[in-house]
């Protein structure tokens, strides 16, 4: 049973470059939520995609921008990346049950340098 | 979405117990207490969460305390590879909220 997966591993732009993470959801699972996590703090929620929308969005301007593919994978795109973009991106899936989300899994995230 | 306050380090020796305390005052009757793990940069492995009831998995144990204002993660026989930064999360609507975590140093 495949896991969470992302791509790239690493990846190094510069500033005021566009950047796209995938992310493809453990298999049965719906629901993908994208986190960016600076070094030394927590995971910091960006928002989630459910049925192809985007259903819940944190505090993040709108250069953040995602999609959901049919198949429940998704992407992350980031617009005019600054410095403060530098940051490792992880993706979480899960299932959507009646009205409720279960248990998130992570995978094992996009290290992003900004240069 | 509540908010949790864990201690920023804990150090445990190996072969013992390493019990991690969450304080969540303000969660509501329908948030959950998830908690998850972070080694090294990895992505967060999920370890267990509850509502109410104390529960038990092949990780780890979680207590609740009656007023569900505090919790506390059990591991009962710390090994070295339990070093990480644990995450105590109250999950809102579908939204999980991570602190800052413990980091739990398990020394030999």
């Known amino acids: 049973d495949a896991g969470v997966t992302q791509s790239p591993t690493h990846l190094i732009k510069t500033r005021g470059q566009q950047v796209t993470l995938r992310c493809s959801p453990k298999?049965?699972?719906?629901?993908v939520s994208w986190y960016q996590q600076a070094l030394g703090q927590g995971p910091q929620f960006i928002f989630q995609?459910?049925?192809?929308?985007?259903?819940q969005r944190g505090n993040f301007p709108d250069r953040f921008s995602g999609h959901q593919f049919p198949n429940y994978s998704s992407e992350l795109n980031v617009n005019a990346l600054l410095l403060g973009d530098s940051a490792l991106y992880l993706c979480?899936?899960?299932?959507?049950?009646?009205?409720?989300?279960?248990?998130?899994?992570f995978g094992p995230g996009t290290r992003l340098l900004v240069l | 979405d509540a908010k949790t306050t864990q201690p920023p380090s804990m150090d445990c020796a190996e072969g013992r117990a390493a019990n991690l305390p969450c304080n969540h005052s303000?969660?509501?009757?329908?948030?959950?207490v998830y908690w998850y793990r972070q080694i090294h940069s990895q992505g967060p492995q999920y370890i267990i969460h509850?509502?109410?009831n104390n529960e038990t998995n092949e990780m780890a144990s979680l207590i609740i305390t009656e007023d569900r204002k505090s919790s506390t993660l059990i591991l009962p026989h710390a090994t070295l590879r339990d070093t990480a930064v644990y995450y105590c999360?109250?999950?809102?609507?579908?939204?999980?909220?991570f602190g800052s975590g413990t980091k739990l140093n398990v020394k030999p």
């Open positions: 979480a899936s899960s299932l959507a049950t009646g009205g409720r989300w279960e248990t998130q899994y």
């Open positions: 298999s049965g699972h719906d629901t």
């Open positions: 995609y459910y049925e192809e929308e985007e259903r």
């Open positions: 303000t969660i509501s009757g329908n948030e959950y």
């Open positions: 509850g509502l109410k």
């Open positions: 999360i109250v999950r809102g609507f579908n939204k999980f909220y």
